[in-house]
């Protein structure tokens, strides 16, 4: 098959053209970002911009010098262009994100339906370009992965609005993937997909005092509609209306005769000790226990959930002197986020490859995230910081929120309950909820 551009560009359309030419700039401009500002060498950005630039002159050359046989082309024109659009909006500006857990209650619902902006802490170029649009990990219905790694990019995030702030929510790939060295591990930017609230940033010492949370030695106002563990002794069972009217769902019996374990809000708290029948309301602090699920360094220093640290987050370019306890510490951070595989601890000394060393210096910022639903999350006292190339943007507001049919608290499996969250949709819709704000 002869190839003559200047004749089969004639064949283009007028908008088939004008797309192809913005297409081209903003692939060129992407290859000379990826050149100049990340590590990537020449090769793959190369890889990249022939890629991309070949892949949409034959489809159109298909389309437009092939037409006669394809049906339907105007329409593939639109869909075509509607998914690269979707795409780049998706990866550079917002993206729709749905909260699986109840870690972040009452802040955020199971259920809840947000938009992520990429936009404000900078848009992260994507690490595995090459992908199923609108997939994230695995292929729907066929299965396998929905991506490849043929070609991969190093870490590399434009400019922002702002840098991420004390408290801000945050949706970020979850870390504990490599931690877990999964045989089926995905690349950074295609881990799960998990939202926080970033409590310690670059450079913050952190501590838990009895659940309370100090930065830098000052205490940090709690969530407005975080919640923790309380005992709730009862002399009379409250209703299903009760529960209703004090916004209170999280509800589980005990093993004490009127004893409920219930997560609580400090209005829940306020209004519970305005509530006939309320006995007496216990805060829950974990002690320690060996057996708890929590990272060795943990069980070492004898900390727990409720009390924690303290503890240093890194900053880039700051560095620790290495002893047993940072090891413990800082070795996934050193060893698998800033890829030195072979950094390990021998006889009391350290080294990376062969080189002994007595300090470590950080090349990458990290974050200390945690749930609101403070006894109900797994987060970074768990799994440790989150890397600065794990961030995806931050939450910006809900869009749609959905009472989730399999809710299993004694608050949904109560009949009335069963009656309210029904498989009806429509009578699950949280529509105070849509439209409001995250904070």
Not at 349 to 356: A, P, R, S
Not at 404 to 413: A, C, K, Q, S
């Amino acid at each position: 098959m002869k190839i003559n551009f200047k004749e089969d560009w004639k064949l283009l359309s007028k908008r088939a053209a004008i797309f192809y030419v913005i297409f081209t700039i903003v692939n060129i401009l992407t290859f000379i970002l990826l050149l100049t500002q990340t590590d990537a060498g020449f090769v793959s950005p190369l890889i990249y911009l022939v890629f991309w630039q070949v892949a949409i002159w034959v489809y159109y050359m298909f389309r437009y010098k092939y037409r006669k046989n394809v049906a339907g082309g105007e329409w593939i024109d639109a869909g075509m262009f509607a998914i690269i659009a979707a795409t780049l909006i998706r990866t550079f500006f917002i993206e729709a994100y749905q909260i699986p857990t109840s870690s972040m209650e009452k802040s955020m619902l199971r259920g809840d339906f947000l938009f992520v902006s990429k936009m404000n802490y900078g848009a992260r170029v994507p690490m595995t370009p090459i992908s199923f649009p609108f997939v994230h990990q695995e292929m729907p219905v066929i299965g396998g992965k929905a991506y490849s790694e043929a070609l991969k990019l190093p870490f590399y995030r434009l400019p922002g609005f702002q840098k991420i702030k004390n408290n801000d929510i945050v949706v970020f790939n979850y870390p504990y993937e490599l931690i877990t060295q999964n045989s089926f591990a995905h690349p950074t930017d295609k881990k799960t997909n998990y939202i926080k609230r970033c409590i310690g940033i670059p450079g913050d010492t952190l501590k838990i005092v009895n659940g309370k949370v100090y930065i830098n030695g000052k205490a940090t106002a709690v969530a407005v509609h975080g919640q923790s563990s309380y005992v709730v002794q009862l002399s009379n069972t409250l209703s299903f209306k009760d529960y209703e009217k004090l916004n209170i769902s999280e509800i589980d019996q005990t093993n004490g005769e009127g004893s409920y374990l219930m997560q609580l809000t400090k209005q829940n708290i306020i209004d519970l000790k305005n509530t006939p029948g309320v006995v007496s309301i216990q805060p829950v602090v974990d002690d320690y226990n060996a057996t708890v699920n929590l990272p060795e360094y943990c069980k070492t220093n004898k900390w727990t959930v409720d009390n924690f640290g303290a503890l240093y987050i890194p900053q880039k370019g700051s560095s620790i002197k290495l002893d047993s306890n940072t090891y413990a510490i800082y070795e996934t951070a050193i060893r698998l986020y800033e890829d030195n595989l072979d950094f390990r601890m021998v006889d009391g000394l350290f080294y990376i490859g062969t080189k002994q060393i007595t300090e470590y210096t950080f090349k990458m910022n990290y974050y200390f995230m945690m749930g609101d639903n403070r006894h109900h999350s797994a987060d970074s006292r768990f799994w440790g910081f989150v890397p600065e190339d794990h961030v995806v943007g931050k939450a910006l507001f809900i869009w749609m929120s959905i009472e989730p049919e399999d809710n299993n608290t004694l608050f949904h499996r109560s009949p009335e309950g069963m009656k309210r969250y029904s498989k009806n949709i429509f009578s699950r819709i949280r529509w105070s909820r849509i439209f409001n704000s995250i904070h």
